[in-house]
Every structure is written in C-alpha cells, then in structure tokens.
C-alpha cells in the first residue's frame, strides 16, 4: 500500500474526529447554548448535509484540478472552520461552522478516495478504501473519546481546537507524501458529462441505497448513544468517553477484517454485516437498561456497522470505475444521507416521548431496510452483469481508438497519476458475482 494512501488516512482521522465527537459532546454542548438535547443533535445532520451537498459539488468543481493542491485547500478550509467553531458565541455560528467545515470535508473525502484507489490494483480497491475508513474508526477509538473527554474536563470548545490541530498535522502529511499530480489534458481530461452518465444506471442507485440505510441505521443510535447509556443505562456521564472508545475499537476490528475480505465475497461482506448491525440494534432496544448489555452492544455495533463500510465503497467504485471521482462523492453523499436523515428520525422518536431505545429500534428498521436493497442488488447485478452504462461512460469519455476499450475498464482520470492501476473489468466483477 502507497505511503500516499496511509496519510490520507490519517487525515480522514481528523475529519472524523470532528464528524462525529458531537456524539459524545451533546449534554454539555447543549447547556452552554441552552438548547435542547435534540437541537444540539442537529449539529451531527448539519455537518452531514454538508457533506451530501459538498461531497459532488466540489468533485463537479475540482474534476480538473491537481489533487494535491485541491486536497490541502480543503484540509485548510477545514481548520478554519474548527477555529469558527471553537469561538462560535452562539448556536447559529456553530451551526454554520459545522455546515462549512462539511463542505470541505466531503470534499476532501471525494478527492482523497479517488487518489486512493487510482494508487492500487482493482484488486486491493477495498484495502485501500478500509485505510481510509480505518481513519474512521481510530478517530471513533481514540478522537471521539477524547473529544468527550477534554469536553467534559476543559469545555466543549477545546475539542474544536484540538481538531484544528490535528487538520495542520493533516495538511503537512499531505503536502510531505501525497504525489504531485499534472491536470490530465486531451483524451486524458475527466469529462463531467461523461462522468454523470453514471446516475441513468439503476445499479448504481441500488449501491446508493444501500449505502444511506446503512449509514442511517447507525448513526440514528450513534447520535444519541450518550444519553442512552447515561439516562437508560444509569452509567454515569465519565463513562461515555470509555463506550465511545470501545465502539471505535469494534470499529477498527470491522474495517480490518471486512476490508480483507471484501474483495472476494462483496455482496455476502455487505449482507451479512448489514443483517448483523439489525440484529445488534434490535438486541439493544430490548436491553438498554442493562449497563452490561449496553456496552457490550456498543462494541458490537461499532464491529458491524464499519465491516461493511470497505465492501459499500468498493461496491460503488466497481460500479462507477468511469467516473471514479464522482464515485467516490456519490457515496459519500450518500453515507451522509444516512447521517443526515438517521439523526433526524431519532430526534423525532425522542421528541415524541417513545424514550431512546425508540431510537435503537427505528435503527434496526433502516438496517432491515437495507439487507433488503442489498438482496435486490445482487439479484440485478447478477441478472444484467456488467453496466452497458457505465461502458458506454467509459468509451465516451477515451479516444475512438485502443484508448477507448482501455477507459472502457479503468478509469480515465486516474491513468494521469497511477499508471499501475489495472483493468477492472477482472478479477473485481467476477468476485462481485459470488
């Protein structure tokens, strides 16, 4: 694996971090802005609808520049946006901050995929995307935690700061180790036209769908996992940093082994982990009140939920390889779908008085909904195969020679920078079948 992909990692780190360290900040979040529970969880679907908006706008809008230089600009935008919500004197600046921050995050999140797996064979595309979403996990294992730590001990806003921090030690990384990269010019180009032809495909919707109730599931719990253990569960408020590491430990353990495996079984990695992450959430709105069961839960649910997060981003890279950087927008738009809306429902549950293992319960109901999209999926790919769309994507965006059966299989804009990227049209789409 390029030591190019392991620092994008590390600074997906950062992203994540401030992502999703709101889930661990609410309580004192919302008494220094005196706001209600559900209102300061609208600070988690802020920062995702960011990200679904920013995740393609940014890609449409970058497609021709130098990754390099594109992905430092956005780690800087994405400091600054931490420093604004360090010293945010209200809410509505937080919000917004939270809101700008997203942007440059999804936009990074975009363009980083894309340079990852334009670095490796089609054959390790969800190794390299598990180093990436590894980034994920060990910001839900170690800056999550830490967040709800310095939260509690030195006010919410020193988290922000430590953030912004660790966006410098990001944009270092990137600037020391990422390789320089020319704009492709003449059949080389990336073509937004080309590329949006992706979206007539219903496989990729499917891919899509799959994705947000995944995402959904999760996060609809996640979001609200702190007052669950401190109001249902009865633990007290210092240990929610612990459970937040713990879920980040079954994080880290689900993208490890799921990206190992995903490149050979896709379809049954997504299934199955998608099926568990049901039946974890649907154990835990049955025994939220144990202490014991809500933490050993937490840990499971971390391990499900991030198993498939390897096989989703591969799933769609696969699909999509003519178009690898709205691919990877896409499903990030699509991710952050299933955070915006999975939060938003919780909200909904809670306000209504149905208590928060309500919420674990509507979880399971997403994730249900999703093994569902998964089956059906796998029925079309195997029924229709390769994507005459995505070929014809291909084509239209190469030259009207050899060049064209070549784009055909790999993608255009990546053979710029990785001239070992292989032919996908191989081993990738034959697993895919299993």
């Known amino acids: 694996m390029p030591p190019a992909v392991y620092v994008l990692g590390l600074s997906v780190f950062a992203l994540g971090t401030s992502e999703f360290m709101l889930s661990g900040l609410l309580q004192p979040v919302a008494r220094d802005m005196g706001v209600s529970i559900p209102t300061a969880g609208l600070l988690i679907s802020a920062f995702a609808i960011g990200m679904v908006v920013g995740a393609p706008v940014l890609a449409a809008a970058t497609l021709r520049l130098p990754r390099r230089t594109t992905l430092m600009a956005l780690l800087a935008v994405f400091g600054l946006g931490q420093i604004a919500g360090a010293v945010a004197p209200s809410y509505g600046v937080l919000f917004a901050s939270r809101?700008?921050?997203?942007?440059?995050?999804?936009?990074?999140?975009?363009?980083?995929?894309?340079?990852?797996?334009?670095?490796?064979?089609?054959?390790?595309?969800?190794?390299?995307?598990?180093?990436?979403?590894?980034?994920?996990?060990?910001?839900?294992?170690?800056?999550?935690?830490?967040?709800?730590?310095?939260?509690?001990?030195?006010?919410?806003?020193?988290?922000?700061?430590?953030?912004?921090?660790?966006?410098?030690?990001?944009?270092v990384g990137v600037v020391a180790l990422v390789p320089r990269t020319e704009?492709?010019?003449?059949?080389?180009?990336?073509?937004?036209?080309?590329?949006?032809?992706?979206?007539?495909?219903?496989?990729?919707?499917?891919?899509?769908?799959?994705?947000?109730?995944?995402?959904?599931?999760v996060f609809c719990l996640f979001s609200y996992l702190g007052p669950l253990l401190t109001d249902v569960a009865g633990l007290d408020e210092g240990w929610v940093p612990t459970v937040l590491a713990l879920f980040g430990v079954g994080a880290l353990l689900g993208t490890v082994i799921g990206g190992r495996i995903a490149d050979a079984h896709l379809f049954g990695t997504m299934f199955g982990g998608i099926i568990a992450s049901t039946v974890v959430l649907s154990a835990l709105a049955l025994t939220a009140h144990s202490a014991v069961a809500a933490v050993s839960l937490a840990l499971m649910l971390g391990f499900t939920a991030f198993f498939t997060a390897p096989a989703l981003n591969a799933r769609m890279f696969n699909l999509a390889n003519a178009a690898p950087t709205l691919a990877g927008a896409t499903n990030t738009s699509a991710f952050n779908i299933g955070n915006t809306v999975g939060p938003w429902l919780g909200g909904l549950v809670i306000d209504a008085g149905w208590g928060y293992p309500a919420v674990?319960?509507?979880?399971?109901?997403?994730?249900?909904?999703?093994?569902?999209t998964t089956v059906a999926a796998m029925r079309v790919h195997r029924a229709e195969g390769a994507s005459r769309v995505i070929a014809s994507s291909a084509a239209a965006s190469a030259s009207a020679s050899a060049s064209a059966s070549a784009s055909a299989s790999a993608p255009t804009s990546a053979a710029s920078y990785a001239p070992e990227s292989r032919p996908s049209q191989g081993p990738s789409q034959r697993s895919e079948r299993r």
């Open 99 to 171: 809101v700008v921050s997203a942007l440059a995050c999804a936009g990074f999140w975009a363009v980083g995929a894309a340079v990852a797996v334009s670095l490796v064979p089609v054959n390790a595309r969800a190794k390299a995307m598990a180093v990436m979403v590894g980034g994920l996990s060990i910001a839900n294992i170690a800056g999550v935690p830490a967040g709800a730590f310095l939260g509690q001990h030195a006010g919410w806003r020193a988290a922000f700061w430590a953030v912004a921090g660790l966006s410098v030690l990001g944009l």
């Open 183 to 217: 704009v492709p010019t003449g059949d080389d180009q990336p073509r937004l036209r080309a590329e949006l032809r992706i979206y007539r495909d219903r496989q990729v919707w499917l891919a899509l769908a799959a994705t947000a109730l995944s995402g959904g599931a």
């Open 360 to 372: 674990a319960w509507t979880g399971a109901a997403l994730a249900g909904t999703g093994a569902v």
